[in-house]
């Protein structure tokens, strides 16, 4: 045991998705001077609506951290849920600063421009220094980024990924990329087929630990009104799980991970992605070394060119890009709505309760695991929202609510920028819309759904193919010059008046029944 602290040098400040014992706040830390602060606030919990799956990875993985720092010998100030009356964290921290009295509170720089603010805020009311140290998580300082900004209008992700691997030397063969190529796009968009997917790997998951039973039975208690099941609650929550889901990942799906990347399939959540993302965000893992484990198999032969080069563009490429453009837009990024969408987002996102039937796998799948991989975010539950004109803030809550790995930097912009192109195509060159075909192409949801894709009016008509027609109507003066959605707009101008009118109609009803339903 480390000697009694009588004057507290350092108070360091470890956020819920800080969980990284070689974070640069612990630099320099001596136990016998210093001690950690953590806190569990009830406005994180209620800041969205989360899903209880969440609440119970962030809470879980922090008890667990505590308990890991607690092993060295480091005192750790916890505040947990029910042990303290304050509601934020701001709150809390200023109450523990009265008493603790610490010389210097140390941090890494948060996650969230919310965040940011109320640190801040805090410094200046409490006259307390605050040191604040740069997140070594990532590949890229927001400093790097800045630079690579300047004189860029519309920043675009094939840029950014290349000029980052090239600096990284991540899957590099001197000056050129590995495999011949930057990217293996055209191989990786193949859907199942009839047959569906074969031979899926199981998924890899860990029985609750006791720390995490308890912290189940506590959101259970505390938040029974909160959306979402725990009865599959399996996600890793410490270094030591999280290292194990890697390897798991890299021998068991990195292979197969490519070519379906892109595809969906009822009753089949987790297929061939990694489910590292909750991990990664929680800092349990670097996407360093994600990505060298990657590369490796590749190396070894253990995984082709098409799989590695796909699962490290959503890291390093996809992942590094959207954090810096969220702290290169903030906070504007909140309020952007260059479509002017003004829907309220449908009462069935909470619920599930639809007859729409690929909305409805999505999202019952999401509730009952907290998950739902990269399409069935975009071109799904994304989609609808886009094609419906719902208020792109209100998407971002539902996303940021409903995702065990969602945190606000990297799900923002996602949102606003590529799902709802609400930033009017800074961050994507067009809106990401399609019809029901689409879906149908790509999955089997269509299977049995009473709607039918090719038909955009009548009672049969497929929700998805009456908005997308209803979508390029409304913004036809924004897209019809679009060097990439001009076709589309051609293709409704071709349609008959009687036609376009038949549309409108079908989709003002559709929007008002959904607006009622609330």
């Known amino acids: 045991m480390s000697a009694p602290i009588t004057a507290l040098r350092h108070l360091v400040v470890v956020l819920g998705d800080q969980l990284d014992e070689h974070s640069a706040a612990f630099e320099g830390f001596d136990p016998a001077l210093d001690a950690v602060w953590m806190c569990e ?57 009265a008493t603790l009295k610490p010389g210097k509170v140390l941090m890494v720089e948060p996650g969230e421009w919310r965040l940011v603010q109320d640190f801040a805020s805090i410094a200046a009311e409490t006259g307390v220094s605050f040191e604040t140290r740069p997140d070594r998580h990532f590949v890229l300082p927001l400093t790097d980024f800045a630079e690579w900004m300047k004189g860029r209008k519309q920043p675009r992700l094939e840029h950014f990924y290349r000029w980052i691997r090239q600096r990284t030397n991540v899957l590099m063969e001197g000056k050129e990329p590995a495999g011949g190529a930057w990217n293996f796009d055209h191989d990786n968009r193949e859907s199942f087929g009839k047959e569906g997917p074969q031979n899926v790997p199981q998924r890899f998951g860990f029985k609750p630990s006791a720390i995490t039973r308890e912290v189940i039975a506590l959101v259970e208690q505390q938040y029974p009104d909160h959306p979402g099941s725990l ?133 019952d799948q999401t509730l009952d695991t907290g998950y739902a991989h990269h399409i069935q975010r975009l071109m799904v539950t994304g989609l609808f929202a886009l094609l419906l004109g719902v208020e792109p803030r209100r998407v971002h809550e539902w996303y940021l609510a409903v995702y065990v790995d969602a945190v606000e930097w990297v799900e923002l912009p996602n949102v ?24 149908q192409r790509m999955s089997n949801y269509c299977t049995g759904c009473r709607y039918d894709p090719e038909l955009a009016t009548g009672p049969k008509a497929c929700p998805f193919t009456t908005l997308y027609w209803d979508f390029i109507g409304r913004h036809e003066p924004m897209f019809d010059q679009h060097p990439r959605l001009k076709p589309q707009v051609m293709n409704w101008q071709r349609k008959k008046p009687e036609q376009q009118q038949a549309i409108q109609r079908e989709a003002i009803t559709l929007k008002a029944l959904l607006a009622s339903s609330l």
Request: hydrophobic share 45%; with cysteine.
């Open 41 to 97: 606030a009830p406005a994180e919990a209620s800041h969205v609506w989360s899903h209880k799956a969440r609440l119970v990875l962030f809470i879980a993985a922090m008890r667990h951290f505590r308990e890991r720092l607690r092993a060295r010998g480091w005192r750790v100030h916890y505040a947990a849920t029910g042990e303290h009356p304050h509601r934020t964290l701001a709150a809390a921290l200023t109450a523990s600063l």
């Open 231 to 363: 009865a599959r609650f399996d996600w890793a929550l410490t270094r030591d799980e999280a290292l194990e889901a890697l390897d798991d990942f890299i021998a068991h799906r990195l292979p197969q991970f490519g070519p379906h990347q892109d595809a969906l399939w009822t009753n089949q959540p987790w297929l061939w992605h990694s489910h590292l993302a909750a991990a990664i965000n929680l800092k349990l893992l670097t996407p360093s070394e994600v990505c060298e484990a990657a590369e490796a198999a590749w190396r070894r032969g253990d995984a082709p060119i098409e799989s590695v080069e796909g699962f490290i563009r959503q890291i390093i490429g996809w992942r590094e890009f959207v954090r810096g453009l969220y702290w290169h837009r903030m906070p504007q990024y909140l309020d952007d709505n260059a479509l002017d969408a003004h829907q309220p987002l449908p009462a069935f996102y909470w619920t599930g309760k639809t007859d729409y039937a690929c909305l409805k796998a999505t999202i």
């Open 416 to 439: 606003m920028g590529m799902s709802q192109f609400a930033d009017g195509g800074f961050m994507g060159s067009k809106p990401y819309i399609a019809s029901g075909k689409y879906i």
